[in-house]
């Protein structure tokens, strides 16, 4: 069975630190781009930060400079470490992981963990 199973969520005050960690089983993590996206509270789920497999990133213009996106093939494990944490970064947080071959995309996404920041 392939899971994606994020941690590290929590509350934390503006301006401080979180690392999230999406774990990946059951199937070859090192094949997939990874992502992660956010939803908050009324609001589309959008975009944050992907790492293909080759380890080039791309970054929402609302995180550059404060959020990093890594990965650890060796341990299947992808992680956003967030920095300068703002209250408009609270929200659901989602692992997304996407193969693409020649005839088939496969995506799966995460549950979730939820980021609170506030004083």
């Known amino acids: 069975q392939v899971q994606f199973v994020e941690s590290g969520g929590g509350l934390v005050q503006p301006g401080g630190s979180l690392r999230l960690s999406c774990a990946a089983s059951?199937?070859?993590?090192?094949?997939?781009?990874m992502g992660w996206y956010r939803q908050a509270p009324g609001k589309q789920r959008e975009f944050v930060a992907d790492?293909?497999?080759?380890?080039?990133?791309n970054y929402a213009d609302s995180v550059k400079g404060r959020f990093t996106i890594s990965r650890d093939n060796a341990k299947n494990t992808v992680y956003l470490q967030m920095n300068s944490l703002k209250p408009e970064d609270t929200a659901v947080y989602y692992c997304n992981a996407r193969k693409i071959t020649v005839s088939t995309t496969t995506t799966y996404w995460g549950q979730g963990t939820q980021v609170t920041v506030s004083p």
């Open positions: 790492i293909t497999s080759g380890g080039n990133t």
């Open positions: 059951g199937t070859s993590f090192s094949l997939y781009a």
